[in-house]
């Protein structure tokens, strides 16, 4: 492989040069990763993993069809959108296809986060409110104005909660504050949208903006009870405020079923504000905000002209453009739908078999693994599903966790994931968990344990010791436990299973 540094030296520089508080995966060895195809990435020494999280590369990585559109626009033209040419208008015109009939007008920008800024800015613009609700341990981009709404990235006890700012729980049945033994959590989740649009009115304050995502997903992969989404809107139109529906994440087919994540919730239901990003461009750097008519005019008679300098620009619609037809010509969509069904079933047969598995959910090639310590108390297994990511890496499976425990396992692989790949990702998984659950005492639900007895009383003594010590450090910062980045809980787990 050519490199400019061996990965010493690499890692050197990115200490001098690049910001601290910029992470790497998997902190304690990370991997350098000098050339990708399709669902695989290669390391410098050509090690071969199976990418299990990238939902960037939407189409699979360095798809020749991508890498082909960049290249002959590139050679033609690239400049501004304030120039006449026919790539951004039949963009628009593709993306809109997509999409309910009122979603029809575009503005183009360069990442999910600038979407996301955009659509506030609209939303506020239209009557005039300012207040955003928002769901809690949400995130929507690295703006200031979206960290004020992303309760996920919230220091606690540091951050004080902007006035306008307003925290609606999850609606997350399986953790949550209503889960699935309720009668009608979709209503009861509502309500809590419903109690704070009437105490911010009470306080004088006006609501301008709804803003989720369509399936939560660095909040541990929550998929809404059905009815909630058209509940809220309801509440939230009813105060004069707009749905923002945030697909940055969960766009672009990966559903399967449907094209964009809300549609799975009934024809019904139609957000205000549509925004996207990650999977546009297979890599790229492209976003989009697509929004209605009327809020669009009233965005325009503010009198200020939105202008962005790459935004739209012929070489992000040559490749936006051509991931579009890559999803239809190689039936991605439908891909997702049947590989990830299959992947869901593998999981639920070793949820089946292992009790750190305590839920299983999501919708196509969007999966997440609910581990668990204990399932009647759904503790959450945060230093287990930390270990599992470094076991998995060295199995050549690339997976995160996250959520706000950190012990949820993302699956959100490029949408050319195959059922062999399904498959051979669930042995290695059952592998890992197999021997953590023996290692740790912890027996499998069709599988008793061979430790003795005084083997597996100690290990589960030096289990608690080191779960006692991830919980204390969680607290004191739970940013460190992101997506592999957990360094001294994951070097404690492995010294107790070599013992």
């Known amino acids: 492989m050519c490199e400019l540094?061996?990965?010493?030296?690499?890692?050197?520089?990115?200490?001098?040069?690049?910001?601290?508080?910029?992470?790497?995966?998997?902190?304690?060895?990370?991997?350098?990763?000098?050339r990708a195809r399709r669902q695989y990435m290669f390391d410098e020494n050509g090690e071969q993993y199976l990418d299990c999280i990238n939902n960037v590369a939407h189409v699979g990585h360095c798809h020749p069809e991508v890498v082909k559109a960049a290249l002959k626009q590139m050679e033609l033209l690239n400049t501004n959108s304030r120039f006449l040419h026919d790539n951004i208008v039949e963009y628009a015109k593709r993306l809109s296809a997509t999409l309910p009939e009122k979603l029809s007008v575009c503005y183009f920008t360069n990442s999910g986060s600038e979407a996301n800024d955009l659509a506030l800015r609209l939303a506020r613009q239209l009557r005039g409110h300012q207040d955003v609700i928002t769901l809690d341990h949400a995130y929507h981009g690295h703006l200031s104005s979206l960290i004020e709404i992303s309760p996920y990235k919230f220091q606690k006890g540091k951050d004080v909660k902007k006035e306008f700012v307003h925290v609606a729980p999850t609606p997350d049945t399986y953790r949550g504050k209503y889960r699935e033994d309720h009668a009608d959590p979709a209503s009861a989740y509502a309500d809590e949208v419903k109690k704070i649009i009437e105490d911010a009115h009470n306080s004088g304050r006006k609501i301008a903006a709804f803003i989720a995502?369509?399936?939560?997903?660095?909040?541990?992969?929550?998929?809404?009870?059905?009815?909630?989404?058209?509940?809220?809107?309801?509440?939230?139109?009813?105060?004069?405020?707009?749905?923002?529906?945030?697909?940055?994440?969960?766009?672009?087919?990966?559903?399967?079923?449907?094209?964009?994540?809300?549609?799975?919730?009934?024809?019904?239901?139609?957000?205000?504000?549509v925004t996207?990003?990650?999977?546009?461009?297979?890599?790229?750097?492209?976003?989009?905000?697509?929004?209605?008519?009327?809020?669009?005019?009233?965005?325009?008679?503010?009198?200020?002209?939105?202008?962005?300098?790459?935004?739209?620009?012929?070489?992000?619609?040559?490749?936006?453009?051509?991931?579009?037809?890559?999803?239809?010509?190689?039936?991605?969509?439908?891909?997702?739908?049947?590989?990830?069904?299959?992947?869901?079933?593998?999981?639920?047969?070793?949820k089946a078999k292992h009790t750190l598995i305590g839920d299983v959910r999501g919708v196509g090639l969007f999966?997440?693994?609910?581990?668990?310590?204990?399932?009647?108390?759904?503790?959450?297994?945060?230093?287990?599903?930390?270990?599992?990511?470094?076991?998995?890496?060295?199995k050549r499976v690339l997976l995160s966790a996250d959520g706000p425990h950190r012990n949820v396992l993302k699956i959100k692989p490029p949408m050319c994931f195959t059922e062999e790949d399904a498959k051979f990702m669930v042995d290695q998984l059952d592998g890992v968990l197999t021997v953590l659950e023996e290692?740790?005492?912890?027996?499998?639900?069709?599988?008793?344990?061979?430790?003795?007895?005084?083997?597996?009383?100690?290990?589960?003594?030096?289990?608690?010791?080191?779960?006692?010590?991830?919980?204390?450090?969680?607290?004191?910062?739970?940013?460190?436990?992101?997506?592999?980045?957990?360094?001294?809980?994951?070097?404690?787990?492995?010294?107790?299973?070599?013992?």
């Open 5 to 34: 540094y061996c990965k010493r030296d690499t890692l050197a520089l990115r200490r001098k040069h690049i910001g601290p508080s910029c992470k790497v995966f998997f902190a304690l060895d990370p991997i350098k990763i000098v």
């Open 213 to 273: 995502e369509s399936m939560q997903s660095c909040g541990g992969q929550i998929i809404p009870p059905a009815g909630y989404f058209q509940k809220v809107a309801k509440y939230v139109h009813g105060a004069g405020g707009v749905f923002i529906a945030d697909e940055v994440q969960v766009g672009f087919g990966r559903v399967g079923k449907h094209f964009w994540s809300f549609q799975m919730y009934g024809e019904d239901f139609v957000p205000d504000i």
């Open 276 to 350: 996207m990003g990650k999977p546009m461009g297979n890599g790229h750097p492209v976003a989009c905000v697509v929004t209605t008519k009327e809020i669009a005019e009233a965005f325009s008679s503010s009198g200020m002209e939105y202008f962005n300098t790459y935004g739209g620009n012929p070489v992000s619609c040559a490749v936006g453009l051509a991931v579009l037809d890559i999803i239809e010509n190689e039936d991605l969509q439908g891909n997702a739908m049947r590989v990830g069904s299959y992947l869901t079933e593998l999981l639920k047969k070793q």
């Open 367 to 394: 999966i997440g693994i609910d581990l668990v310590k204990d399932h009647l108390k759904r503790t959450p297994a945060t230093a287990e599903a930390q270990h599992i990511i470094y076991k998995m890496k060295e």
């Open 439 to 499: 290692a740790t005492g912890t027996k499998s639900r069709s599988v008793t344990s061979e430790n003795t007895p005084c083997k597996t009383k100690m290990l589960k003594e030096a289990h608690v010791e080191l779960l006692r010590d991830s919980t204390t450090d969680s607290r004191e910062n739970p940013s460190r436990k992101r997506n592999g980045m957990c360094t001294d809980t994951h070097s404690l787990l492995s010294k107790r299973l070599k013992t």
